[in-house]
């Protein structure tokens, strides 16, 4: 393991490589924020966002949390995705889960794991809500299926945020992707559950009332 000190010797050689390569990169850089994705992934260590989707500095708005969740009264979250949505107006939100989630697993078992599990009690929830589709899976697929579950609403969650809904309403394009990533191959799996528009969307959750 490197320590801190080899970190910063890490960071100058990087920068200076970056420079190297395209002359003035950081200045460029230093002068404007126009990324075109925001990400919401999972806080794992082995699924960095920029590196996997192969882009570079400047070019991904990033919120991670563990088990990338959505929560209506989390303003972290929710200032991430209004500035990316109002501010830097993006035109993509990729919800990224992963396989083999720490965040998604604890959620399935009875084991406490102390105030995370209150962070990932939705999960739990979402857990008994399709405990009839999940019920007779072996421990891998149960697993596996709660990953793409905890995804799909996810994206659900953001699609009903009264700033996506908003967004919309104006006529802004804006598409909301959900993922999950396999640690084991690198690869991404796209679940293609995508929305761009509030056609499908309960009502209850627009921004504009419905009168129906
Ligand atoms: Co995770």
């Not at 991904?60 to 209506?72: E, L, S």
């Not at 965040?103 to 939705?122: F, Q």
């Amino acid at each position: 393991m490197p320590t801190p000190e080899q970190l910063l010797e890490n960071n100058a050689n990087w920068a200076e490589k970056r420079e190297q390569d395209k002359s003035g990169f950081f200045k460029h850089l230093s002068t404007q924020q126009k990324p075109k994705y925001m990400w919401i992934g999972c806080s794992d260590s082995r699924v960095p966002a920029n590196e996997i989707i192969g882009l570079e500095p400047g070019e991904v708005f990033v919120h991670r949390n563990i088990a990338n969740q959505v929560h209506h009264t989390d303003f972290n979250c929710l200032s991430g995705v209004q500035y990316a949505v109002d501010v830097l107006n993006v035109d993509h939100i990729i919800v990224t889960g992963h396989y083999g989630c720490g965040g998604v697993n604890a959620a399935v078992e009875s084991t406490h794991y102390g105030v995370v599990d209150n962070w990932i009690r939705g999960i739990r929830d979402n857990y008994i809500t399709h405990q009839e589709e999940l019920s007779g899976l072996s421990a891998q697929k149960l697993s596996d299926r709660m990953s793409e579950l905890n995804v799909i609403k996810q994206v659900e969650n953001l699609s009903h945020s009264r700033i996506v809904q908003k967004a919309w309403e104006e006529g802004k394009k804006l598409t909301i992707h959900g993922w999950v990533y396999r640690l084991e191959t690198g690869l991404i799996h796209n679940l293609d559950v995508s929305r761009n528009a509030s056609d499908d969307i309960e009502p209850v959750y627009r921004a504009t009332p419905v009168h129906e």
